[in-house]
Nanobody
Framework: QVQLVESGGGLVQPGGSLRLSCAASGFRLVYYTIGWFRQAPGKEREGVSCIIGTDGTTTYADSVKGRFTISRDDAKNTVYLQMNSLKPEDTAVYYC?????????????WGQGTQVTVSS
């Protein structure tokens, strides 16, 4: 059974940091490409970052480049998203999923997501 559980969200002031976790059950993350996505109320879901299981190559949306870092801890079977210099526009529910070609199309294993709120 493929399951992913997101955690680590919360309320943070602009300029602050959060570290999101994506814990996997039923499969080993190292063999899969995992993407982080986010969706704000009234907005379409968008890709944030992705890490390829085979070689560890990472990708980032232009809006988060230089601020967010995706990584993987094989021992814990967990993918992380370190978010620094957070902006109000980063406010959204963040999801992770198995995403071939770093695309949400055909992605699976979605969890309930974790809320990130950036506000004073």
């Amino acid at each position: 059974q493929v399951q992913l559980v997101e955690s680590g969200g919360g309320l943070v002031q602009p300029g602050g940091s959060l570290r999101l976790s994506c814990a996997a059950s039923g499969f080993r993350l190292v063999y899969y490409t995992i993407g982080w996505f986010r969706q704000a109320p009234g907005k379409e879901r968008e890709g944030v970052s992705c890490i390829i299981g085979t070689d560890g190559t990472t990708t980032y949306a232009d809006s988060v480049k230089g601020r967010f870092t995706i990584s993987r801890d094989d021992a814990k079977n967990t993918v992380y998203l370190q978010m620094n210099s957070l902006k109000p526009e980063d406010t959204a529910v963040y999801y992770c999923a198995v995403a071939y070609y770093c695309s949400e199309y055909g992605a699976y294993g979605w969890g309930q997501g974790t809320q990130v709120t950036v506000s004073s």
